[in-house]
C-alpha cells in the first residue's frame, strides 16, 4: 500500500493552485491531465506547451507551494535576512519551531505571526496572490 509522505500531504497540487487563481478552466485542466498521463511529462510542461498557461505563472505557482515563512518574514520587512540565519541556526540546535524562537526573541509580535502563518498556508494552497 502507498502511503504519502508529509512532504506529499502538505503540498497542494499544482492543477488546484492555477484553477483557485483562474489561470486555467477545469476542461483545460482534465485536457492537460489527460496529455500528462499519455507523455509522463511534468503538468506544469504540459500546460506551457499547450499554451494554456505561461511558464511565469507556472512558476509562480511553483515558487507559492515551497514559500517559507522566514522568506516571507524578510519580504514583509518584519525581519531582516540576518536575524533570520540566526533564528534558523538556534533552531537547529533547540529543536524548536521557528516562530516559537522569533516569540522568544522578540523579533515579531504574536500577531505578526499569526498574520504571517495565516498567508503562508494561503498562499501554499493557491488562494494568496504574491504581489
Given amino acids: 500500500m502507498f502511503t504519502k509522505t508529509r512532504k506529499q500531504v502538505s503540498k497542494p497540487m499544482l492543477g488546484k493552485m492555477l484553477l483557485r487563481k483562474g489561470l486555467i478552466s477545469t476542461t483545460e485542466l482534465q485536457a492537460a491531465l489527460v496529455a500528462q498521463n499519455e507523455s509522463g511529462k511534468k503538468l506544469g510542461e504540459v500546460l506551457v506547451e499547450k499554451q494554456i498557461v505561461s511558464s511565469d505563472k507556472v512558476n509562480q505557482a511553483l515558487t507559492e507551494q515551497n514559500i517559507r515563512l522566514g522568506e516571507i518574514l524578510i519580504d514583509a520587512d518584519l525581519i531582516s535576512p540576518e536575524q533570520l540565519e540566526q533564528v534558523l541556526a ?42
Avoid at 505571526?113 to 494552497?125: I, P
Wanted: hydrophobic share 35%.
Fill in 90 to 131: 538556534e533552531q537547529y540546535l533547540k529543536n524548536k519551531k521557528l516562530g516559537e524562537l522569533l516569540l522568544e526573541k522578540k523579533l515579531v509580535t504574536s500577531e505578526q505571526l499569526e498574520m504571517t502563518l495565516r498567508k503562508q498556508y494561503w498562499q501554499k494552497n493557491g488562494f494568496w496572490l504574491i504581489s
